[in-house]
Nanobody, 114 residues
């Protein structure tokens, strides 16, 4: 059974940082590309970032490029998203997902506000 459990969200001031984590189980994590998506209040899902199976190739949405860093630890079946210089428009629920799959977890809420 595929399980993806996100954590690390919270309330942070503009300009602050957070590190999101995603614990994966139930599938061959090290063989699959992974991604982060987010859903802002009242809006649809937005793709944020992706990483290939071994972590050597990463991609970012223009809105987060230069501020967010995606990474993974295949020895621990973990996916991460380091978010720096957060802005109010980054406020959303963040989900991790397999590259060609819908989010399956509950997500972790990030609120950027002063």
């Amino acid at each position: 059974q595929v399980q993806l459990v996100e954590s690390g969200g919270g309330l942070v001031q503009p300009g602050g940082s957070l590190r999101l984590s995603c614990a994966a189980s139930g599938f061959a994590f090290s063989l699959l590309a992974m991604r982060w998506v987010r859903q802002a209040p009242g809006k649809g899902l937005e793709w944020v970032s992706a990483v290939n199976d071994d972590g050597s190739v990463t991609q970012y949405a223009p809105s987060v490029n230069g501020r967010f860093t995606i990474s993974r630890d295949n020895t621990k079946n973990m996916l991460y998203l380091q978010m720096n210089n957060l802005k109010s428009e980054d406020t959303a629920v963040y989900y991790c997902a397999r590259a060609n799959d819908d989010p399956r977890g509950q997500g972790t809420r990030v609120t950027v506000s002063s």
